[in-house]
């Protein structure tokens, strides 16, 4: 509906100027144009200008008053017109905080007279505060005394209210084109080699990636997935399912770019003998060089999209008010609101490190509710699967090396290096007296695994890790060759042994990592003494490097290609756990 109402009024306008108010006129909810912006933003129909104006809305508790008058007012005609009444009567007879607030503001404006017992001074009274929140509520804007009353009285506060101006963008059509279709879970469930290659062609933007991939059979089962397009942009075939991989350091992913005619060229001529002989050759080369390399990791169970925002977000100490819980940078679930289970305990610490801190720390000093920690979203990394794994670690510990592959959500505009859907290599090592260096040492070994040898940090923040720190690697580089049969052979040769190459001087952010604080382990139970480094990496950055369409490609064949999708999924979907095998990378 919001997506037919944008396009079908960009037609013939040359812009939206507000999408609040575009949202009014046509009666839809803003929620559902902002997301339908978002997504056709991502997808170049339109272009978006953020707009952000603050509003003044009342509290909670200047809600209540609107509606049932102020707490002097409610004070004073609870005293009786004649005569008096005893403190202690009084009291039973209103709410304790409008009891309180009640007499001190009843006292000031002397309008009753202050004892054991209780007297009215005047015989009427006016409810101003009542009738300023009613205006405010009606958007009117007090004056400036009266505004800065009510915000001492936390009876008002300035909301930040976001929207978009919106025009006709470069790929505008009225109509949205609808291009592969949906990833499904036969094709998941169907195809299972021993081992195997392939070649993704993404044939709408002339690309082509080769995908090579050792599997170990016997091994916990990891796998990816590689799609094909054809010329007809309908989505040929197939998924690759690799199982039983030996984990992440079994992939090797080589996502260089040809032209399309190039392969079509290389496979009708001379050259598919010559290049699977090659390939054949490196990947018995590399079955034996790696499967002589255990890492010994182990995986997470991460076949639960739904989360809590505990996990998500309070065990790991990151505050309530944090800008990444906000409606617009999360999927909140609607269906069903909120989880029902937590370890209360645990809980009741985390409660307290959030308010007060404790272990050297000062905490945020705010006051932590358990409705926000409640509510459920589908999680935005799997860094939430982590806090769970360690909170159980930390029950009976004993030196753990972790990791997952899996998809993640968030509320994202798409663009060359943004997903709304994504999927995130976590790993952690949890033991006693590591150090950043150790982090920094296995970030190099395992991107080493991956073919990836030069790798830069930054100083980063996270709530949840100090020190932290983002990774960059070197964006490979394209080659012009002359002929088709050097170009493919000169960038399989050059993905073998370079990762990276000088003559390009392009860090591309790959991730993000850090030692967990003991703010976040602490209260789940582990000593001082026990550090946890971990790290969590945008799977489609490094391997499908960073083609916007490509990009894209990826966001059409996951299942929630835009957020207004969601509301429509069925919320039987998410009580259940999603079998591992429909989790993608697994
Ligand atoms: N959760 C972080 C993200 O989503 C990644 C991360 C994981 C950072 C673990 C530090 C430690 O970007």
């Given at each position: 509906?919001?997506?037919?109402?944008?396009?079908?009024?960009?037609?013939?306008?040359?812009?939206?100027?507000?999408?609040?108010?575009?949202?009014?006129?046509?009666?839809?909810?803003?929620?559902?144009?902002?997301?339908?912006?978002?997504?056709?933003?991502?997808?170049?129909?339109?272009?978006?200008?953020?707009?952000?104006?603050?509003?003044?809305?009342?509290?909670?508790?200047?809600?209540?008053?609107?509606?049932?008058?102020?707490?002097?007012?409610q004070l004073f005609l609870a005293v009786p017109?004649e005569g008096s009444i005893s403190k202690e009567e009084l009291q039973k007879l209103l709410d304790p905080?409008v009891f309180?607030?009640g007499c001190?503001?009843?006292?000031?404006?002397?309008?009753v007279?202050m004892g054991n017992q209780i007297s009215r001074?005047?015989?009427?009274?006016?409810?101003?505060?009542?009738?300023?929140?009613?205006?405010?509520?009606?958007?009117?804007?007090?004056?400036?005394?009266?505004?800065?009353?009510?915000?001492?009285?936390?009876?008002?506060?300035?909301?930040?209210?976001?929207?978009?101006?919106?025009?006709?963008?470069?790929?505008?059509?009225?109509?949205?084109?609808?291009?592969?279709?949906?990833?499904?879970?036969?094709?998941?469930?169907?195809?299972?080699?021993?081992?195997?290659?392939?070649?993704?062609?993404?044939?709408?933007?002339?690309?082509?990636?080769?995908?090579?991939?050792?599997?170990?059979?016997?091994?916990?089962?990891?796998?990816?997935?590689?799609?094909?397009?054809?010329?007809?942009?309908?989505?040929?075939?197939?998924?690759?399912?690799?199982?039983?991989?030996?984990?992440?350091?079994?992939?090797?992913?080589?996502?260089?770019?040809?032209?399309?005619?190039?392969?079509?060229?290389?496979?009708?001529?001379?050259?598919?003998?010559?290049?699977?002989?090659?390939?054949?050759?490196?990947?018995?080369?590399?079955?034996?060089?790696?499967?002589?390399?255990?890492?010994?990791?182990?995986?997470?169970?991460?076949?639960?999209?739904?989360?809590?925002?505990?996990?998500?977000?309070?065990?790991?100490?990151?505050?309530?008010?944090?800008?990444?819980?906000?409606?617009?940078?999360?999927?909140?679930?609607?269906?069903?609101?909120?989880?029902?289970?937590?370890?209360?305990?645990?809980?009741?610490?985390?409660?307290?490190?959030?308010?007060?801190?404790?272990?050297?720390?000062?905490?945020?000093?705010?006051?932590?509710?358990?409705?926000?920690?409640?509510?459920?979203?589908?999680?935005?990394?799997?860094?939430?699967?982590?806090?769970?794994?360690?909170?159980?670690?930390?029950?009976?510990?004993?030196?753990?090396?972790?990791?997952?592959?899996?998809?993640?959500?968030?509320?994202?505009?798409?663009?060359?290096?943004?997903?709304?859907?994504?999927?995130?290599?976590?790993?952690?090592?949890?033991?006693?007296?590591?150090?950043?260096?150790?982090?920094?040492?296995?970030?190099?070994?395992?991107?080493?695994?991956?073919?990836?040898?030069?790798?830069?940090?930054?100083?980063?923040?996270?709530?949840?890790?100090?020190?932290?720190?983002?990774?960059?690697?070197?964006?490979?580089?394209?080659?012009?060759?002359?002929?088709?049969?050097?170009?493919?052979?000169?960038?399989?040769?050059?993905?073998?042994?370079?990762?990276?190459?000088?003559?390009?001087?392009?860090?591309?952010?790959?991730?993000?990592?850090?030692?967990?604080?003991?703010?976040?382990?602490?209260?789940?139970?582990?000593?001082?003494?026990?550090?946890?480094?971990?790290?969590?990496?945008?799977?489609?950055?490094?391997?499908?490097?960073?083609?916007?369409?490509?990009?894209?490609?990826?966001?059409?064949?996951?299942?929630?290609?835009?957020?207004?999708?969601?509301?429509?999924?069925?919320?039987?979907?998410?009580?259940?756990?999603?079998?591992?095998?429909?989790?993608?990378?697994?």
């Amino acid at each position: 509906m919001a997506e037919e109402a944008i396009l079908g009024y960009l037609e013939n306008h040359e812009e939206i100027p507000d999408s609040g108010q575009f949202a009014t006129d046509n009666g839809l909810d803003h929620n559902d144009v902002v997301n339908v912006i978002k997504s056709l933003h991502g997808f170049l129909y339109i272009e978006a200008q953020d707009i952000k104006r603050e509003t003044l809305v009342l509290t909670e508790e200047g809600r209540k008053y609107a509606e049932k008058g102020s707490p002097e007012v409610q004070l004073f005609l609870a005293v009786p017109e004649e005569g008096s009444i005893s403190k202690e009567e009084l009291q039973k007879l209103l709410d304790p905080a409008v009891f309180k607030i009640g007499c001190s503001q009843a006292a000031k404006n002397k309008w009753v007279q202050m004892g054991n017992q209780i007297s009215r001074k005047v015989q009427h009274v006016e409810d101003r505060v009542k009738d300023l929140l009613l205006r405010i509520q009606d958007g009117q804007e007090p004056g400036k005394d009266d505004n800065n009353s009510l915000k001492a009285r936390k009876l008002t506060a300035l909301q930040t209210w976001k929207g978009y101006s919106v025009k006709r963008g470069p790929d505008y059509a009225p109509t949205r084109r609808r291009t592969a279709t949906d990833l499904t879970r036969e094709h998941l469930l169907g195809y299972a080699p021993i081992f195997t290659w392939g070649f993704v062609v993404h044939n709408n933007f002339n690309t082509l990636g080769l995908f090579l991939a050792t599997v170990h059979l016997g091994q916990p089962n990891c796998g990816i997935y590689v799609a094909i397009h054809t010329p007809k942009k309908s989505l040929l075939a197939i998924i690759f399912k690799l199982i039983d991989i030996d984990a992440i350091e079994f992939i090797f992913p080589y996502a260089h770019d040809v032209s399309f005619a190039t392969v079509l060229q290389m496979f009708i001529q001379v050259l598919p003998f010559v290049f699977l002989s090659i390939l054949v050759v490196f990947l018995c080369l590399t079955f034996v060089h790696w499967s002589s390399i255990g890492c010994s990791f182990e995986e997470m169970p991460t076949n639960k999209y739904v989360e809590s925002s505990f996990w998500n977000f309070d065990a790991l100490f990151q505050p309530q008010q944090h800008p990444a819980r906000d409606s617009h940078d999360t999927f909140f679930l609607k269906a069903p609101e909120t989880t029902k289970q937590l370890p209360e305990d645990y809980v009741e610490l985390v409660k307290r490190v959030h308010e007060s801190g404790g272990y050297g720390s000062r905490g945020y000093g705010y006051e932590w509710k358990r409705e926000e920690a409640n509510k459920n979203l589908l999680r935005t990394h799997t860094t939430a699967i982590s806090s769970r794994m360690l909170y159980a670690l930390a029950q009976s510990f004993t030196p753990k090396k972790y990791f997952s592959i899996d998809r993640v959500f968030r509320n994202e505009a798409v663009d060359r290096t943004h997903l709304a859907e994504f999927h995130q290599i976590e790993g952690l090592v949890c033991d006693r007296g590591l150090t950043l260096g150790h982090l920094i040492g296995v970030l190099q070994d395992f991107f080493s695994r991956l073919g990836m040898d030069k790798l830069k940090f930054k100083p980063a923040y996270n709530p949840y890790t100090e020190p932290s720190m983002e990774i960059f690697r070197y964006k490979i580089m394209n080659y012009s060759y002359r002929c088709t049969a050097c170009k493919v052979i000169g960038n399989l040769i050059r993905s073998i042994y370079a990762s990276y190459h000088e003559g390009l001087e392009k860090w591309v952010e790959i991730g993000n990592s850090g030692m967990f604080r003991p703010e976040m382990l602490r209260p789940m139970g582990f000593s001082e003494d026990v550090n946890v480094i971990a790290w969590g990496l945008s799977l489609e950055r490094w391997i499908l490097g960073s083609s916007r369409k490509t990009l894209y490609a990826l966001l059409e064949l996951g299942r929630l290609r835009n957020a207004s999708a969601l509301s429509s999924v069925p919320s039987s979907v998410f009580e259940k756990q999603i079998p591992m095998s429909l989790c993608l990378g697994k």
